[in-house]
């Protein structure tokens, strides 16, 4: 990517806890001027903005008051994915009510929507006079309903084809197309053998950059040369 392109990527985030009703900037203080820096910051909304009670039986859940979404765009995102194992946690009403809140704030979101072809679109984005399109997709797999359907709401599922021919399509009206995936296992510092070769088609299709979440720790960074790329 171009030297004068500036992005923030930051990892799982979730209010569920003692703040989860307590919306404030403080959260965010110390990194707020890094995000805000940057063209472009995006972040794993890793749970529902809703004041619903209503939550999912049989799994931990996670939440946060709706008016966390001010606060995000105030400490500087732009963007958030939703495609994630938390953002169902409160069902269909969960989801609906949490991109409402984006939209009343004028925070974009991406992998997630009232049916599979909203969840699964590309969202756009300019920076330095360069459009970038992102990509989200989730591979954790969830007990409890998760995932879009063809009339139902939920979050985007890493389909390979799908997702390579999406990124084929999206990449024809974009300089850049970035891929947030929700995958990995938990606490392990590496990705598997399988996400890497997944990844390596992915880049092959024409993805230029990958950004994986959910482990809960850092990973590697892995550059594919250009040359090294598939055909397509």
């Excluded at 500036?6 to 979730?14: F, L, Q, R, T």
């Excluded at 590309?122 to 920076?127: G, Q």
């Excluded at 997709?137 to 390979?160: Q, T």
Aim: proline share 4%; with cysteine.
């Amino acid at each position: 990517m171009r030297s004068d392109l500036k992005m923030v990527a930051v990892g799982d985030i979730s209010f569920e806890g003692s703040k989860a009703e307590i919306p404030n900037t403080k959260v965010f203080e110390s990194v707020a001027p890094i995000l805000k820096d940057a063209g472009v910051s995006i972040g794993n909304l890793e749970n529902p903005l809703t004041n619903s009670n209503e939550k999912v039986q049989g799994k931990c859940t996670l939440r946060g008051n709706t008016g966390w979404a001010g606060k995000l765009v105030h400490d500087g995102f732009s963007l958030v994915t939703l495609a994630n194992n938390h953002v169902m946690d409160f069902g269909p009403e969960g989801l609906t009510k949490t991109i409402y809140a984006l939209k009343m704030v004028g925070l974009r979101w991406v992998g997630g929507g009232s049916n599979v072809s909203e969840a699964c679109r590309a969202v756009f984005l300019e920076m330095n006079g360069l459009r970038l399109a992102f990509l989200a997709r989730s591979a954790v797999i969830v007990a409890s309903p998760s995932y879009a359907g063809f009339n139902e709401p939920g979050v985007a599922f890493l389909d390979i084809s799908e997702t390579k021919m999406r990124i084929i399509d999206s990449k024809k009206a974009a300089d850049y197309l970035i891929v947030l995936l929700h995958w990995g296992l938990e606490e392990y510092r590496y990705p598997s053998p399988s996400q890497r070769s997944i990844a390596s088609e992915l880049i092959d299709a024409g993805a230029d950059l990958i950004i994986g979440h959910h482990p809960h720790v850092l990973q590697g960074i892995e550059r594919i040369p250009f040359e090294e790329r598939g055909d397509l």
